[in-house]
């Protein structure tokens, strides 16, 4: 793994901690101005802009305080020199959700690229297998 890389890995496992936490200020951390993210509620047509970002957050926060839970079970990562890519599966439900189904997995594909020699998110996509 070389040392983009490992910075890109490391920014992943810091926003998916800050996410856990419900830390709204680590999970805007090293994300473009610009970031488009496909989420898995609603608007269907993603969100553009950090604010509209920024907004999605605090709804999962107060779901995720019921006991959910949020965390990285695989991650790859792949970068060039001034773009990558990473996709990962990630534990994201209630103990019910998985006690009904063991495997569920929330998928999530990044994309990322470097802006003045730091790595920042530009493209997020989370997604539920369809039963």
């Not at 709204?24 to 970002?53: E, F, H, K």
């Not at 019910?96 to 530009?122: C, M, Y």
Request: a negative charge; proline letters at 5%; charged letters at 25%.
């Amino acid at each position: 793994m070389n040392q983009d890389e490992v910075q890109i890995r490391t920014l992943i496992e810091r926003w998916a901690a800050a996410v856990h936490e419900g830390d709204l200020d680590g999970v805007l951390a090293d994300r473009t101005g610009d970031i488009v993210m496909y989420d898995v509620p609603p608007p269907y047509d993603g969100v553009r802009g950090i604010d509209a970002y920024r907004a999605t957050w605090p709804p999962f926060f107060t779901w995720q305080a019921q006991g959910a839970s949020f965390e990285i079970v695989s991650l790859d990562v792949v970068a060039g020199d001034d773009v990558a890519y990473a996709h990962a599966l990630l534990r994201c439900g209630t103990a019910e959700e998985f006690a009904e189904k063991p495997g569920l997995r929330l998928r999530l594909t990044l994309g990322l690229r470097k802006e003045q020699g730091r790595w920042a998110v530009a493209h997020e996509h989370h997604s539920f297998p369809h039963d």
